[in-house]
């Protein structure tokens, strides 16, 4: 998209945006572990070491996105945009679940024949259904929606390409 057809806004707070996208994805990983391993460490519950690898793999990846994004490193634009696609949408369906979430969300619902909406800080990831999970629910989380335009569709200023201390340019 060519930079004159992006609103004088959008182009001359360029930095401001990938800061707090890169904001927004670091305090989402750490709510959701600190929320999420709240909740496990109080309940009890034994966790298979593929699951909390799978859950603290996946946070850790939202948040070191953000670091890099905040810091201006080269891998942040596209790290992040791997850490906004896997959050847009979350179905239910059958014996089957997806939904990943780390951070806020302003979520549009189809629940059976009905729609609903939540908005809100969340932490949630599963790929199984639940007891309490409708037989089928399509959501789409609109927070990684604008997020991801904003990082597709701003340009990459100047100094975003910065290479981290200590690493070869």
């Not at 927004?24 to 309940?43: D, K, Y």
């Not at 806020?104 to 969340?122: E, I, M």
Request: charge should be positive; charged fraction near 10%; glycine fraction near 12%.
């Amino acid at each position: 998209m060519p930079l004159r057809s992006i609103p004088g806004w959008f182009r001359s707070n360029v930095s401001i945006l990938r800061r707090v996208i890169g904001l927004v994805e670091v305090l989402g990983a750490g709510w959701s572990v600190v929320g999420l391993g709240g909740l496990f460490l109080r309940s009890g519950a034994v966790m298979p070491w593929s699951f909390l690898f799978i859950f603290l793999g996946s946070y850790t990846f939202v948040g070191l996105a953000g670091v890099l994004l905040l810091r201006q490193h080269r891998l942040g634009e596209p790290l992040s945009i791997l850490a906004q696609v896997p959050q847009l949408v979350q179905l239910t369906s059958g014996a089957l679940a997806y939904r990943f979430i780390a951070g806020y969300q302003v979520t549009l619902f189809l629940v059976g024949d009905r729609f609903g909406a939540y908005a809100g800080l969340s932490a949630a990831i599963n790929l199984w259904r639940g007891t309490n999970d409708p037989a089928f629910m399509l959501g789409v989380n609109l927070i990684p929606v604008v997020l991801l335009a904003l990082l597709v569709l701003l340009p990459t200023s100047g100094n975003h390409a910065r290479p981290l201390a200590g690493e070869a340019s």
